[in-house]
């Protein structure tokens, strides 16, 4: 395979992780719209949750047992320890901590709190040597500066407001001005950016841990269905622990059973398999690298379905987070291309090296012609 095939070749093995994170982050987008209408509904939290898991399992399940039957001999003790720390960082405690924050909140808050995900998996993958920092690589460098530019525009559109834009608005407001029962508003904003800050830690913590858990065990679907079966019973335990109302557990025909059947089957089910074939390709801080444009999607998505204005903030915090996220993709894709080319040369040089000294040799083995 000549050279322009190799790159044409890697090329397109660079498309499709690209495009499913796009896909994967648009599915948390509307999901993350639909648990805001629930939340401030009055729907319970740790129920909501709950279910979420549960739909999840009933989905995944059979797919990992149909498409992967061979990983069960795979499994082992380590495999299923991994198994929990995944259900649990990436399941029931990342939820927990971002639901309850999605209620004291807004959904453009949380989701702008999640860009710290990037920031803290990159340290967190350096230090754990997941990553390789290459501070004196323009690689490196632009990995470095990408971070830190989408962690102020996330501060930027958090914390500046300005002056509201109100182009699109369609006068839509789905939640109907309902009050939300999980907090009291003292304080509520200060609690919220706390726990949305631990669903960060949490979420970064989950994606080292499946980097882990991917070269031990190397099947998505089954470390999906392993996610989310734990994920369920820790959810449920909790739930049943803390929630005496039961009419909380009814789910009639509305808003609350789609939101529990699109929360677990698209960002449980669905999500879990792209992030774990994402990670095992790229590692984990490609797959936070694409947080930022969840957060760009609710921002449009908020006008027009939950009829709340955009502001100056909001706009110029999204575009530095998505210039931030273009800069941290070019540097990985720099570093990509500084690898490929240390093999092919050294590949060159050990053949030459070869050439060099068989030479000799089969030259001593030829007959003298003179």
Same mark, same amino acid.
């Given at each position: 395979?000549?050279?322009?095939? !190799?790159?044409?070749?890697?090329?397109?093995?660079?498309?499709?992780?690209?495009?499913?994170?796009?896909?994967?982050?648009?599915?948390?987008?509307?999901?993350?719209?639909?648990?805001?209408?629930?939340?401030?509904?009055?729907?319970?939290?740790?129920?909501?949750?709950a279910y979420r898991f549960i739909f999840a399992s009933v989905f995944i399940i059979p797919l990992a047992l149909f498409f992967e039957r061979k =990983?069960?001999?795979?499994?082992?003790?380590?495999?299923?320890l991994l198994?929990?720390?995944?259900?649990?960082?990436?399941?029931?405690?990342?939820?927990?901590?971002?639901?309850?924050?999605?209620?004291?909140?807004?959904?453009?808050?949380?989701?702008?709190?999640?860009?710290?995900?990037?920031?803290?998996?990159?340290?967190?993958?350096?230090? !754990?040597r997941f990553e390789k920092s290459n501070l004196g690589t323009p690689g490196g460098k632009a990995k470095l500066v990408g971070t830190l530019t989408g962690v102020g525009g996330a501060m930027i559109l958090t914390f500046y407001k300005g002056r509201s834009l109100c182009l699109w608005s369609t006068h839509i407001d789905l939640l109907h001005h309902t009050p939300s029962p999980h907090g009291a508003p003292t304080g509520s904003l200060l609690w919220g950016c706390v726990l949305a800050f631990g669903?960060?830690?949490?979420?970064? !913590?989950?994606?080292?841990?499946?980097?882990?858990?991917?070269?031990?065990?190397?099947?998505?679907?089954?470390?999906?269905?392993?996610?989310?079966?734990?994920?369920?019973?820790?959810?449920?335990?909790?739930?049943?622990?803390?929630?005496?109302?039961w009419n909380q557990w009814k789910l009639d025909w509305n808003m609350r059973l !789609?939101?529990?059947?699109?929360?677990?089957?698209?960002?449980?089910?669905?999500?879990?398999?792209?992030?774990a074939w994402c990670v095992r390709r790229k590692g984990?801080?490609?797959? =936070?690298?694409?947080?930022?444009?969840?957060?760009?999607?609710?921002?449009?998505?908020?006008?027009?379905?939950?009829?709340?204005?955009?502001n100056i903030g909001s706009v110029t915090g999204s575009v530095l987070i998505v210039g931030g996220l273009y800069m941290l993709l070019w540097g990985k894709s720099k570093e990509k291309e500084m690898e490929q080319s240390e093999m092919v040369s050294s590949k060159g040089f050990v053949q030459c090296e070869a050439i060099h000294v068989t030479n000799p040799s089969l030259a001593r083995s030829q007959p003298n012609r003179a």
């Open positions: 395979m000549n050279m322009d095939n !190799l790159y044409s070749v890697e090329a397109t093995g660079n498309v499709k992780p690209v495009l499913l994170m796009i896909v994967l982050q648009t599915l948390y987008a509307v999901v993350n719209i639909m648990l805001k209408m629930v939340a401030d509904d009055g729907m319970s939290l740790s129920v909501l949750i =990983s069960v001999q795979s499994v082992t003790g380590q495999v299923l198994g929990f720390l995944c259900g649990l960082f990436g399941g029931s405690l990342l939820q927990g901590l971002y639901v309850k924050s999605l209620a004291l909140t807004t959904a453009v808050f949380v989701t702008a709190m999640l860009n710290l995900v990037p920031a803290v998996t990159y340290i967190m993958s350096v230090v !754990l669903a960060a830690l949490s979420y970064s !913590l989950w994606l080292i841990i499946q980097t882990k858990m991917s070269e031990k065990f190397p099947w998505h679907y089954s470390i999906a269905a392993l996610t989310s079966a734990t994920a369920s019973i820790l959810s449920v335990t909790f739930a049943l622990s803390t929630e005496r109302d !789609l939101t529990a059947a699109s929360a677990g089957i698209l960002a449980s089910g669905v999500c879990y398999t792209l992030l984990p801080l490609f797959a =936070s690298a694409f947080g930022p444009l969840m957060l760009v999607i609710v921002s449009l998505s908020e006008p027009l379905v939950l009829n709340k204005c955009l």
